[in-house]
C-alpha cells in the first residue's frame, strides 16, 4: 500500500503544479511542490503558499484550502499505510519469539532439566 501511498503523493503534486500554472500563471516545478507538500504543519503549507500566491483571497484562498485538504487526506493515507505495517511486523516478531521460546523450552525439557519457560501461572510447579 505504501506504493499507493507513493502515487497519491504524485497525484497530489501533479495536480497542484498543473493548478498553479493553469489557475495562478506561476511557472513552478515539481520539485518545489514536493518541497511544499513535505512541509509537516499544514499551517506553514498555507503560509508557504500564501505567500507564493501572493495573497489568500477569493481563487486563492480556495485553492489552498483545497490543497490543505488534499494534503491532509494524503497524509492520513500514507499514515495509515504506516501503522498496517508496522502491525503486520510487530505481530510477525512475535510470533517468531514465541516459535523461539517454544523451541528453547522443548530442549530444556529433552534434556531432563524439567524447567518451564513461561509457565501458565495456573499450572502446578514442575
Known sequence: MAVAGAASRGQLVGWCTQQLRKTFGLDVSEEIMQYVL??????????????????????????????????????QELTSDA?????????????????????VCQFIHKRGTRQACSPDPRSPPL
Open 38 to 75: 513535505s512541509i509537516e504543519s499544514p499551517e506553514e503549507i498555507r503560509e508557504y503558499v500564501t505567500d507564493l500566491l501572493q495573497g489568500n483571497e477569493g481563487e486563492k484562498g480556495q485553492f489552498i484550502e483545497e490543497l490543505i485538504n488534499k494534503w491532509q487526506k494524503n497524509d
Open 83 to 103: 501503522l498496517q505495517k508496522s502491525f503486520k511486523k510487530d505481530g510477525t516478531r512475535e510470533q517468531q519469539f514465541l516459535k523461539e521460546e517454544d523451541e
